[in-house]
């Protein structure tokens, strides 16, 4: 049943969604329609994300400080995101690919290194 959902969802961002609703009806799946709704939402806000460069900073103040390397990582148009917890230094997410130069990473690291 989540693989018929999905695949309304797919198309329904593929094609105009009067028509999958048509289709949909037309072999019975009316009530699923709600259900692909939802899933077509969550799809599309998928994608969007994937797409959209994002930087996480620690700080907004960060933002001068790491300008050069962000721009050298390929995220000078990046959306900028406030994350205290990487404590400093910073992370660029752009599609499926992610640079990870934040101090809380670079703890991480030592500490398994030092403790193993």
């Given at each position: 049943m989540d693989r018929l959902i999905t695949t309304y969802a797919q198309l329904m961002l593929a094609y105009a969604p009067e028509k999958v609703r048509a289709s949909m009806e037309k072999r019975g799946h009316g009530k699923l329609w709600k259900r692909?709704?939802?899933?077509?939402?969550?799809?599309?806000?998928?994608?969007?994300?994937?797409?959209?460069?994002?930087?996480?900073?620690?700080?907004?103040?960060?933002?001068?400080?790491h300008a050069e390397n962000i721009a050298k990582s390929g995220g000078a148009e990046a959306r900028v995101a406030i994350d205290a917890s990487i404590v400093g230094g910073f992370i660029l997410q752009k599609g499926f690919s992610r640079i990870d130069r934040s101090y809380k990473t670079a703890l991480h690291t030592l500490y398994k290194k030092v403790t193993a």
């Open positions: 692909t709704l939802r899933k077509a939402l969550l799809l599309a806000g998928k994608s969007t994300a994937r797409t959209e460069p994002v930087v996480i900073l620690a700080r907004e103040s960060d933002k001068q400080k």
